[in-house]
């Protein structure tokens, strides 16, 4: 089984300031992970993913993550933030592929942060 | 806007009575979960459609749930004898087959409040 701990449930920061998500996960299989997006009354939106190779990913709007194996976490990051960035964060992970497993890629998700960029 | 739909954007309901929701997926997306999402919560898996079958279906989805995807395109999730705890967002999620590493797109969901 996996789990997902998002660290903040709430971020506030002010604008041009930079911002770090934290996201924590727990399997016991290798897994891929990814970060959405929720805007308000909106579905969730796909910032980034982690599959393999380069444990620094970017994604989109100037979002970038790092994936660190050994901390098992998958920090999110943006040097500086906009008012339009004021939304809510989710941190998931999903089973990788494993020699003679189904993997069918539901999405377990963290509890999400709720960032807010003042000006 | 993925490509998602979903219908209804927003249901109230009774206490007892039945809903059912629809979910249209991206035309060449075989693969279609459910999620749902409770106030100041992510989304919890609740089942899983390869083309037509129900492959994977969570604790969380009672036997007051049924999904359908009858021909393997648009889906329904159905709760019978709605409670009040059944209300949350539900979230249809699709994409293409193949690996599981292929992203998911999310539709913007439907509001369920049960009274």
């Known amino acids: 089984a996996q789990s997902v701990t998002q660290l903040d449930s709430q971020v506030p920061v002010f604008e041009e300031a930079p911002v770090e998500l934290r996201c924590n996960y727990s399997s016991s299989v290798s897994v891929y992970l990814f970060w959405y997006v929720q805007y308000p009354n909106q579905g969730l939106q796909l910032l980034l993913k982690y599959l393999s190779g380069s444990t620094l990913v970017k994604g989109i709007n100037g979002f970038e993550a790092e994936f660190n194996k050994s901390q098992t976490s998958f920090h999110l990051r943006k040097p500086s933030v906009h008012i339009s960035d004021t939304a809510e964060y989710f941190c998931?992970?999903?089973?990788?592929?494993?020699?003679?497993?189904?993997?069918?890629?539901?999405?377990?998700f963290g509890q999400g942060t709720i960032l807010t960029v003042h000006p | 806007d993925t490509g998602v739909s979903q219908d209804p954007r927003h249901k109230i309901t009774k206490r007892g009575q039945n809903v059912t929701f629809r979910c249209d997926p991206i035309?060449?997306?075989?693969?279609l979960y459910w999620y749902r999402q409770t106030l100041g919560q992510g989304p919890e898996f609740l089942t899983y459609f390869q083309n037509e079958a129900q492959l994977e279906k969570s604790r969380l989805l009672s036997d007051r749930f049924s999904a359908e995807r009858p021909k393997g395109s648009f889906s329904t999730l159905e709760i019978q004898r709605t409670e009040q705890g059944d209300s949350a967002m539900y979230l249809c999620?699709?994409?293409?087959?193949?690996?599981?590493?292929?992203?998911?797109?999310f539709g913007p969901g439907t509001r369920l409040l049960v009274l």
């Open positions: 999620a699709t994409r293409r087959g193949g690996s599981s590493q292929e992203t998911q797109y």
């Open positions: 035309s060449e997306h075989n693969r």
């Open positions: 998931a992970v999903s089973e990788g592929l494993i020699p003679g497993g189904t993997s069918y890629g539901k999405l377990t």
